[in-house]
């Protein structure tokens, strides 16, 4: 027998694993993983059937769909769309979205941030899951109940708020109006949408807080800081970007939200920066109002409207997740 | 330390290489008083009838099995004990002659004076090196007049300054854990506190970082007064002036024996001692 | 002879003593004074300004007393705790409001017959006695029972893949599950209005409101089923494969039944997200008056369209009418939102 010589041994290929799946186990993956892809059906389907139906508007009107502010449909007896006459034109709903959502935002996020440190970081521990169950009660108030609400018991006081708003800071461009209506204006619709979406992001931001690591925050405390200090140095640091997409998140909802402005914004085809004055207008809530009395002709440029609003929050749903995401992976 | 060429055969050998300090000699008097602590957690005992003297200038290692309170014992000197949901304490701890959970006392002034360092290096990922060292400073609201000058010294004195001076941009994460072991130890020189405790420093660290660290402390240990929680027997005897021994029998934790270290290793009055020292257990 | 020592009561030396209370007591005391002097001798009124003075001057005082005492760094903290706590008050304030007013406002209509009628012989001045939701409450229930057949498997199947199966789809489709729980309810709405109502039927039905009701409600159980399947410890799972389990099998007798009551959960959560929503069910059901138990003829009422309608119609009974519907629907909401709390902590515990 040979002696094996003083060589190097070769390192082996690492062997290739197979097994061979059962049938059974084969059919678990395919319906599950039918199950599974039904979203990505479901949420293709919508854009498609949308487009479908939409197309006729979207082809006549152009971009004009989404930069003019007119909505004047010119129809004969049986219901036929003139295209030529008609116009449809949502940017006055589409600012009036974007700038509903973006005051509740603003109200939103300081608040939902501050409740969330409140319940990290300084609720006493008797009455921390009584607060934190209440605050997320809120988040199954049905939009309706927002809505009356808001028109019935908020409003009042919102008219109050905004007299004030105008009578001090009146000078500020959308502070300011001509015809002093403060009824069923953007900024009651944003104070409405705010208190829908502080539950949702007080949750996020809470969750957040919540995963910050403990060494740092006891490496903080053990060099002297105060409550506020080790805040500052380990928290937002941490949870910034995450914040940031809960407020995104919240964003989102808000320019969905349809009842729930329905009932308190005053729908007017113009674009109206005057956050103070009552007409405004909400790409959801247009859709509502114009449904009851639609023709066909019209219906499809409600289909239209949808897609747009649709695409609007798609987008601003993915920033916010992506966000989220990569917060977490960084962990700092 | 004496890097001699015969190796120790002992542990009372290494502690006895040590130079011996006798109670009292360290400049500045006791530097910190333990008297009759006790703590719970929810009401179950975890600490028993704790009294010790830190004299000011020394190193003191505590050291017994895991799970005899030790770690508890170090977070009641800084008052990091009261964080933990259902802490309660009892006894009283004097710094400067005054007992740091009285009532009125403003807890983060105390932190300032006894600081801690962990057991997993935690330097802030979101500060610089240099940054990281100062930020004592800056969350306690402290003003400097020369922040460069302390910075230097308090890497130097941590025995990172070498590495670090032209990186102190970078961040706070890029280094190694030992390096990053030492960036806390400079951070928590920067308050300037009295006494200093670590929370075994070096059990996430390999053998060169331990070693830099330990000669680290030694230099410390001149100004001001050091207790090191550790496992590891051999790095007591090596790097502490006094050694208490913790142990707990099924009940809370209790100090079974202290004293200089070279006797707890070589004469340790207490059988209990004597067989954890010999390695008989834990 | 061995001494016994007492052993001293535990205590807990850093919590606020009697005397450190009344001294944060008085500051409020101080602040409220404050604030009530300044609202007689200045222009400033109502509740807004009583708030807005006794925050400002309680986190002055403490601010200043926390300077004097221990320095800046403790005086930023105070400012620091009253901001918060500020934050607090304001969120909570609508809950309690919205919950005091909708059970003032929605007493005053609950009656035995409210669950007993409907409105179909009702009109619109009509006192609160006469009609009631039976037809808003069974329409809810039939809707949102049919909705949940399909939701229930698509979601289940679809946390099932991500957390079991994890094979090169799960990236995109959690992608799309949360794009899909960002899709407006009007939109939903308008997609089954031009994929099954104008194509297929032509006419509005209760079929058509549980479709939109179910793209709402995948997202939610896929969502939380997902969290709750995640939380299983894998232990588990490679026990029942050591055993020789199919994957199909571990997961369907292993898996799943653990986390039953967590799915269960996950099912009542995607109820109560719908249960309340209203602008889908406009454009798709029709609000009928009357009992409808045939979800696929005929219009339905429901809960949401009940409330809405009512409110549309603008009289004083009607308003009236519309509250206590509102009433009902948050018990039932609320309801189901403390079931799967419940659930969740039991789960927990065990």
Known sequence: MTLLENQ??????????????????????????????????????????????????????????????????????????????????????????ILCATIAVLIAVPISVLTALYLSFYAPTSIRKFMVALIDLMAAFPSVLFGIWGFFILMPSAEYW?????????????????????????????????????????????????????????????????????????????????????????LGRAMGETVAVYTVLNIVYQINWQVLLGAGGNVASMILLKFGEAGPGEIKALMASGLALFLLTLIVNSIADLIVKSSGAKGR | MDKTATRPSSLSDVAAAKQKKTPGEGSLGVGLE?????????????????????????????????GCGKSTFIRTLNRMHEFIPGAQMAGEVLLDGKDIYESGTDVTKIRLKVGMVFQKPNPFPSMTIAENVLSGLKLAELKVSNKDELLEDCLERAGLWSEVKDRLNAHGGSLSGGQQQRLCIARSLAVKPQVLLMDEPCSALDPGSTLRIEETIAQLSSSMTIIIVTHNMQQAARVSDYTAFFLSEGGPGSMIEVGPTSEIFSRPRDRRTENYVTGRFG | MTLTIETPKPSKPWVATPKQRLA??????AAAAISFVLVQVTPMKGKLAYFAIFFFASIIIDFSISYA?????????????????????????????????????GVKGLSFTLFTTDMSATSVNDPLGNGGLIHAITGTFIMVFMALLVAMPIGILTAIYLTEIRGKFAAPIKFLVQA????????????????????????????????????????????????????????????????????????????????????????????????????????????????????????????????????????????????????????????????ARFLSERKVKK
Request: charged share 10%.
């Open chain 1, 8 to 97: 190097p041994a070769a390192i082996p290929a690492p062997r290739e694993i197979t097994t061979k799946p059962r049938v059974s186990d084969k059919i678990f993956r395919g319906v599950v993983t039918s199950g599974g892809l039904s979203s990505l059906v479901i949420l293709g389907l919508i854009l498609i059937y949308l487009a479908y139906q939409g197309y006729d508007v979207l082809s006549s009107q152009g971009l004009n769909f989404i930069t003019g502010s007119e909505w004047n449909v010119v129809a004969d007896e049986a219901g036929n769309i003139d295209y030529s006459q008609t116009k449809f034109g949502i940017a006055a709903m589409l600012i009036g979205t």
């Open chain 1, 162 to 250: 905004a007299k004030l708003l105008h009578k001090y800071l009146g000078f500020l461009p959308f502070f300011n109006m001509e015809v002093p209506v403060y009824t069923r204006s953007p900024f009651v619709a944003g104070v409405v949408l705010a208190i829908m979406i502080i539950p949702i992001v007080t949750s996020i931001s809470r969750e957040i807080f919540g995963q910050t690591p403990l060494d740092r925050i006891q490496a903080a405390y053990a060099l002297g800081a105060t409550r506020w200090a080790m805040i500052k140095a380990v928290v937002i640091p941490y949870g910034r970007s995450g914040v940031v997409g809960g407020a995104m998140l919240g």
């Open chain 2, 34 to 66: 333990a008297r009759g602590i006790h703590a719970w957690f929810s009401g179950k005992h975890v600490l028993d009838n704790i009294s010790l003297d830190f004299w000011s200038g020394t190193v003191t290692a505590l050291i017994g099995p895991s």
């Open chain 3, 24 to 29: 944060t007591a008085l500051i409020y005391i």
């Open chain 3, 69 to 105: 005492q221990r320095g800046i760094a403790s005086a930023k903290d105070a400012v620091a705790r009253g901001f918060v706590s500020v934050g607090m008050t304001i969120a909570i304030f609508p809950i309690i409001s919205i919950l005091l007013e909708v059970l003032k406002r």
């Open chain 3, 180 to 339: 899909m729980s960002g899709v407006p309810s009007i939109v939903a709405g308008l997609f089954i209005l031009s994929a099954y109502v104008y194509p297929i039927t032509g006419s509005l039905s209760g079929f058509a409101g549980s479709l939109a009701l179910m793209i709402l409600m995948i997202p939610t159980i896929a969502r939380t089923s997902e969290e709750v399947l995640l939380l299983i410890p894998s232990d588990l799972r490679e026990a029942g494969v050591a055993l020789g389990g199919t994957q199909w099998r571990t997961v369907a007798l292993v898996v799943i039944p653990a986390a039953k009551s967590g799915l269960v959960t996950a099912l009542i959560l995607g109820i109560a997200r719908v249960a309340g929503e209203t602008a889908p069910l406009v454009l798709l059901t029709g609000g009928g008056e009357s009992v409808n138990v045939n979800p696929f003829s005929g219009p339905m009422g429901s809960l949401p369209i009940y409330i809405w309608k009512c409110f549309g119609q603008g009289t004083e009974e009607s308003i009236a009418r519309a509250w206590s519907g509102i009433l009902v629907l948050l018990v039932i909401v609320l309801a189901l939102f403390t079931m």
